[in-house]
């Protein structure tokens, strides 16, 4: 992390195309933090830019105490709960039917099937934690599908730990319900 | 039918696998051309809209200026006394009815 650092000093002393190499260098790990909230490309891609834009205009509060790629980690997580609120008002977007029969075939059928195939089992997650808050998306994504801590999903979305513990355990009750309401909907 | 924790914990284990889909090429230059547009803008709108405003606020002025003139001299054609002294008039006679 010490290049970061060193790019950092050079933007701040005016050189700031290079930025463009912060960019290159993380671009990847906010990609992936972004696409556990919106799977469509275009809208990664310009979730992606919004978080990179936030990071450059707030570069001057940035104060190194913690590594860089943490801090804009901070800023992507605000990105996606931004924009889970502004899709919240929207409504969904994808209909059970999208979800295809492979996905619904395995919900509603014995334990003992084999697991679905990654993608899969994002988009049915994605599908059934719209009847989640955008702060139970964030927390339940960062420590089921992240494998991140308390202590980390505290530091990334400004919360207390205690704050994170009530939202993770309202949101899996929340998201199997969702899960159960489906299945339901499947027999 | 329930949503067994085994069931659950498989659903999660799989989707945790799904690799994020790779940036552009193109993405870094288009993020760089975003940042100089919001650079440029931070640094020049409030220059470049006075710059815009300045000479739409001259011609303002200048257009009422104008306009007052042409009423002062139409009404000063049409009656034997001007403008100003009409106003003059009104007001003293408003002065003296109040006290």
């Known amino acids: ?187 | 039918m329930l949503m067994t924790n085994e069931k659950n914990d498989r659903l999660f284990k799989a989707a945790r696998n799904e690799a994020p889909p790779a940036p552009d090429a193109a993405f870094d230059t288009r993020v760089m051309a975003a940042i100089r547009r919001s650079t440029h803008q931070q640094t020049f709108s409030i220059l470049d809209r006075i710059n815009l405003l300045f000479p739409r606020i001259v011609f303002a002025s200048a257009a009422i200026i104008a306009s007052c003139l042409l009423i002062e001299v139409g009404v000063g054609m049409f009656s034997h006394s001007d403008l100003s002294s009409k106003v003059a008039e009104i007001s003293e006679q408003w002065i003296f009815a109040a006290n």
């Not at chain 1, 490309?41 to 913690?66: G, I, M, V, Y």
């Not at chain 1, 931004?82 to 899709?87: C, N, Q, S, T, V």
């Not at chain 1, 084999?114 to 420590?143: G, H, Y």
């Open chain 1, 1 to 187: 992390m010490n290049d970061d650092a060193e790019i950092l000093a050079r933007i701040r002393h005016g050189a700031t195309d290079d930025f463009a190499e912060l960019i290159q260098r993380h671009k990847s790990q906010v990609f992936a933090i972004l696409y556990r909230y919106e799977r469509d490309h275009h809208k990664l891609e310009d979730l992606a830019q919004e978080t990179f834009l936030r990071a450059w205009r707030s570069l001057s509060q940035f104060d190194a105490r913690a590594p860089f790629n943490h801090w804009l980690a901070r800023i992507a997580v605000n990105v996606a709960l931004d924009h889970l609120r502004k899709i919240k008002r929207q409504q969904a977007e994808i209909s059970l039917a999208d979800l295809g029969d492979d996905v619904l075939d395995w919900l509603s059928g014995p334990d003992d099937r084999s697991d679905l195939e990654s993608k899969q089992a994002a988009e049915l997650l994605t599908f059934a934690m719209r009847d989640l808050s955008p702060a139970e998306q964030v927390v339940i994504t960062m420590q089921e599908l992240e494998g991140r801590s308390v202590k980390e999903i505290a530091q990334r979305t400004g919360s207390s730990g205690v704050a994170v513990r009530v939202r993770a355990m309202r949101a899996r009750a929340k998201l199997r319900q969702a899960l159960e309401r489906i299945q339901n909907t499947c027999l």
